[in-house]
């Protein structure tokens, strides 16, 4: 079963920024979804940020122009680069892969699919 391990959350001022990354392996998929969602306990995920294997990005409406998805495949890493961060986007992040996703444009809408241990943000403002 893949694993996800993210990394590079932490404490900034707002306006500040972050890069959030996520290793996998065991990773054997051709055809997926990967991306970053955000969840307090009790609360739905709120999708933020996904790429396809064609390498398609999507964002939520709250983030575009801020935040910035890639990959290195060599690496098996994901990236998300946060800029002009603002107290709201104040959250745990959660890396998660979906193989049954085609189009990241739906994975933000509803990203499903299996996760890694999150790191922490928070935003001071």
């Known amino acids: 079963q893949v694993q996800l391990v993210e990394s590079g959350g932490g404490s900034v001022q707002a306006g500040g920024s972050l890069r959030l990354s996520c290793v996998a392996s065991r990773f054997t998929y051709i055809k997926y979804c990967m991306g970053w969602f955000r969840q307090q306990p009790g609360k739905d995920r709120e999708g933020v940020a996904g790429?396809?294997?064609?390498?398609?990005?999507s964002y939520a409406d709250s983030v575009k122009g801020r935040f910035t998805i890639s990959q290195d495949n060599a690496k098996n890493t994901l990236y998300l680069q946060m800029n002009s961060l603002k107290p709201e986007d104040s959250d745990m992040y959660f890396c998660a892969v979906d193989h049954s996703c085609r189009e990241s444009k739906n994975w933000v809408r509803r990203p499903f699919g299996y996760r890694g241990q999150g790191t922490q943000v928070s935003v001071a403002s």
């Open positions: 790429i396809d294997s064609d390498g398609s990005t």
